[in-house]
């Protein structure tokens, strides 16, 4: 197990955790404030895509670092564990040398960028 695969089972733990917390929250009483704080996991998670997306070479569908819709807290927790998910199984896989490939991709906003695989992880 390299060191990418213990931090991305943690963060994997981590979120399952964070989003348990928010579930906690009654939202009727607290929707402004529940609500805020799903969007903000959901830009987190997000951003997770959009460099999965540039981790694998393919278009990551996203035009702005966070979505119009607010999801369900219950959507939200399924879309964050299989992403999750994938993260731990793609970092198992690489070695230091594919780590330090540099990626060449886009940014939401248009700007070209440039970083390895381990700067992005």
Same mark, same amino acid.
């Given at each position: 197990?390299? =060191?990418?695969?213990?931090?991305?089972?943690?963060?994997?733990?981590? =979120?399952? %955790?964070?989003?348990?917390?928010?579930?906690?929250?009654?939202?009727?009483?607290?929707?402004? %404030?529940?609500?805020?704080?799903? #969007?903000?996991?959901?830009?987190?998670?997000?951003?997770? &895509?959009?460099?999965?997306?540039?981790?694998?070479?393919?278009?990551?569908?996203?035009?702005?670092?966070?979505?119009?819709?607010?999801?369900?807290?219950?959507?939200? #927790? &399924?879309?964050?564990?299989?992403? =999750? =998910?994938? /993260?731990? #199984? /793609?970092?198992?896989? #690489?070695?230091?040398?594919?780590?330090?490939? &540099?990626?060449?991709?886009?940014?939401?906003?248009?700007?070209?960028?440039?970083?390895?695989?381990? %700067?992005?992880?």
């Amino acid at each position: 197990m390299n =060191d990418f695969t213990a931090l991305f089972r943690f963060k994997s733990w981590a =979120d399952a %955790e964070l989003l348990d917390a928010l579930g906690i929250i009654d939202a009727a009483s607290h929707t402004a %404030e529940h609500k805020a704080a799903v #969007r903000t996991v959901n830009h987190l998670h997000v951003v997770d &895509q959009i460099f999965r997306g540039h981790l694998q070479g393919v278009p990551h569908g996203f035009a702005a670092t966070n979505t119009p819709h607010t999801p369900t807290l219950a959507e939200l #927790r &399924q879309s964050v564990a299989a992403v =999750d =998910d994938w /993260y731990v #199984r /793609y970092v198992s896989a #690489r070695g230091e040398t594919q780590l330090a490939e &540099q990626i060449q991709f886009t940014f939401t906003d248009g700007d070209t960028g440039r970083m390895t695989r381990q %700067e992005i992880l």
